[in-house]
């Protein structure tokens, strides 16, 4: 069994909208989709406001270990070039010594980088919460101050 986690989104008559989140302790995705075929029009059935949406995610524990003197406040802030009017960005803490370049940044050539940047490009990943885009590159990378 695996746990989901369901957020809704509802909307009201005013226009206002609010997330509610629900767990269920389903067996797969396919069982959980399952669900929630008759879950939402239940769910739907208890409010006057409408139920628009509905997101799920599955948490997945690993369990690596942190390497002495890891520090999650440093970090890096990659910036995507992408077909959005705005570039977005992804924070990335506590980089390797290897990625760093000396000069402030990292090392996007890098094989690490590399590898890490095909899981957007040509991968799956996508940027960008409200408006999910596929990276067709990177702008930089700089270390935060």
Not at 107 to 126: C, M, V
Request: proline fraction near 6%.
């Amino acid at each position: 069994m695996a746990i989901y986690a369901v957020q809704i989104k509802i909307l009201d008559e005013q226009g206002r909208s609010t997330n509610r989140e629900i767990l269920f302790d389903e067996t797969d995705e396919a069982a959980l989709l399952s669900t929630l075929t008759t879950y939402i029009p239940a769910y739907q059935a208890m409010t006057k406001s409408g139920v628009q949406s509905y997101t799920y995610r599955r948490s997945v524990d690993v369990s690596n270990a942190p390497a002495a003197g890891s520090n999650v406040d440093a970090g890096f802030t990659v910036l995507w070039d992408t077909a959005l009017t705005i570039n977005p960005t992804t924070k990335v803490p506590d980089p390797i010594e290897a990625l760093k370049d000396g000069q402030g940044g990292i090392d996007i050539l890098d094989a690490i980088f590399t590898a890490w940047f095909a899981f957007y490009n040509p991968g799956s990943g996508r940027v960008n919460i409200n408006n999910p885009s596929q990276p067709s590159g990177v702008i930089r990378a700089t270390l935060d101050k």
